[in-house]
């Protein structure tokens, strides 16, 4: 054998190894192509019968939505942007007139919250369909009750909060006369909010001893002025 017939051995040699890495990894290919169909066709027919076992979305049980939410945990005085009144004044109105205050608050120190209610007798001296009040970071738990200057009932269509002046607008289902000489009307309102260290509203300030953390004192603040405080030991 001369080395012509050699070299042309050894390139027939070559391209066999070719041939043969050429099949296997066609093979390979193919079992790889061949599992990944066997398994995503098992997982179909699993998920086929997991929905299969499940209810239909309509024989499914309601989910909570508001409507579920108790009463007082509601705030029946949504915030809205109604500018067709006087509310839209920075100035509470000076033709009605609070008089009188009744308060009470009962703040839930292990929570940090606090409910209350709060009736106001009020001076009325121009005809009206609202009456409206400072309020802030405090929600309104009930539809508001009104009673006239003669102690009847005064049906209340709606109450709105109107963010911009920090305000709580109740809305009569007819026009209040002016009050006159006749009574005070009276507004009742139930509300609950949070204990915050924001110095704002009904607040709480702490301190800490022996590693823990407790309440010092309760403060209310109604704009700048401090209207009481609670004092702790």
């Known amino acids: 054998m001369n080395f012509a017939e050699k070299e042309s051995s050894k390139r027939y040699c070559i391209k066999t190894k070719h041939v043969a890495i050429i099949c296997a990894v066609v093979v390979g290919v193919g079992l790889i192509v061949g599992l ?19 209810p239909a979305a309509s024989q499914l049980p309601p989910t909570a939505g508001p409507a579920d939410v108790p009463a007082q945990d509601q705030d029946v005085c949504p915030a809205s942007a109604d500018q067709s009144g006087g509310w839209t004044s920075f100035r509470l109105p000076d033709f009605i007139t609070p008089v009188h205050y009744d308060l009470e608050v009962k703040p839930l120190l292990e929570e940090d919250t606090y409910t209350g209610t709060v009736s106001i ?10 009456l409206w009040l400072h309020i802030r970071e405090t929600r309104i738990t009930r539809l508001p009750v009104l009673k006239g200057p ?33 009574g005070l009307y009276l507004l009742t309102m139930e509300f609950a909010g949070w204990l915050n260290t924001s110095l704002v509203g009904f607040y709480r300030t702490t301190y800490t001893e022996n590693g823990q953390v407790k309440v010092k004192s309760l403060w209310m603040i109604h704009g700048n002025e401090q209207l009481s405080r609670s004092l702790f030991p």
């Open 150 to 182: 003669s102690g009847e009932e005064v049906p209340v269509s709606r109450c709105f909060g109107y963010e911009e002046h920090e305000y709580v607008v109740v809305e009569a289902e007819g026009e209040l006369p002016p009050s006159g000489g006749d």
């Open 121 to 130: 007798s009020l001076n009325v001296s121009a005809a009206t369909r609202h």
């Open 36 to 54: 990944a169909v066997g398994l995503s066709r098992s997982c179909d027919c699993s998920t086929d019968a997991g929905q299969s076992a499940a």
